[in-house]
């Protein structure tokens, strides 16, 4: 018995690895924008996986505001929580609030529900760069990050990669970094995010999610600052928006590289 719980981990562990070593997408980060993202792809059939380097994903999100676990979203979002069956309370005009654990953790059923792989503990520490496209990730465990034990990583191929790492847009500045290249921001580097309005960084986080680079898309807070926009606090619309948005753009971007 004992050895039939470690193989039967082992071997299912090793399956969900072995057949994400060659997705169509590859999501950085367990955010909300990420999960969404995951959830809208893996439903339109897309192979995906997702990278988080926490024990649990879901990000900037289970915390509320100062965890106080409560957050807020408005009504141009609120289809993503219907269609995520996610339960939300009106709470004036537009707005909405939603219990931070509830939504985190639907945000997390519904994507692994729709088929998403979600390979948590695990650090995205750089990205495959062939014919000057990104063209995979290459991943360690957290562990191994953290104890800065020299321990080469592992590669996973994709047709597109989604930076949804939130404030840090941790991929787009290693791509950056590494590669003398210019992102399609007005500056050509990661500009770096600015301090909170609402309004503007909400509105702006749906624009800046887009492809910065080929095959790197950006999602979510990392949209706001790799184009140099605002943070927002804890409202959400924006980042489930976001992660909608980038499913539509992967899946025009992938149907048209069939073609
Ligand atoms: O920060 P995060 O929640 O990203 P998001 O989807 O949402 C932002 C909001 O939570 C909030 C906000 C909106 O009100 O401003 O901050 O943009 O989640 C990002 C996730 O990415 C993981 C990180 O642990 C977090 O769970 N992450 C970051 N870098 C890496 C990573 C990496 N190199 N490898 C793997 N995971």
Redesign the pocket.
């Known amino acids: 018995m004992e050895q039939i719980v470690s193989m039967g981990i082992i071997d299912s562990y090793f399956k969900k690895l072995k057949e994400s070593l060659n997705v169509d997408v590859a999501i950085?980060?367990?955010?909300?924008?990420?999960?969404v993202a995951a959830y809208y792809l893996a439903k339109m059939g897309k192979k995906v996986s997702l990278?988080?380097?926490?024990l649990a994903?879901?990000?900037?999100?289970w915390g509320g505001a100062m965890m106080f676990n409560e957050?807020m979203v408005q009504r141009d979002a609120i289809h993503i929580l219907d269609e995520l069956k996610v339960d939300y309370k009106p709470y004036v005009d537009n707005y909405y609030t939603i219990d931070s654990v509830h939504a985190t953790s639907s945000l997390i059923y519904q994507a692994t529900k729709a088929g998403a792989k979600i390979f948590n503990c695990?650090?995205?520490?750089d990205v495959v760069f062939l014919n000057n496209k990104v063209s995979g990730l290459v991943?360690n465990w957290?562990p191994v990050e953290l104890q800065k034990m020299h321990v080469d990583p592992l590669v996973v191929m994709a047709k597109s990669v989604i930076d949804?790492?939130?404030?840090?847009c941790?991929?787009a500045r290693t791509l950056e970094r590494k590669n003398n290249i210019r992102l399609l921001t007005e500056t050509g580097s990661v500009m770096g995010e600015r301090s909170l309005s609402v309004d503007e960084a909400e509105r702006t986080t749906i624009e800046n999610t887009k492809e910065i680079f080929p095959g790197l898309y950006v999602?979510?807070?990392?949209?706001n600052g790799v184009s140099g926009s605002y943070?927002?606090?804890?409202?959400?619309g924006?980042?489930l928006l976001?992660?909608e948005k980038v499913a539509k753009l992967i899946d025009i971007s992938l149907s048209v590289s069939v073609q």
């Open positions: 950085v980060g367990g955010g909300p924008s990420g999960l990278y988080e380097r926490k994903p879901g990000g900037g999100m957050i695990t650090s995205v520490e991943i957290t949804a790492t939130g404030h840090d941790e991929v999602a979510g807070m990392a949209s943070r927002m606090g804890p409202i959400f924006g980042m976001s992660g």
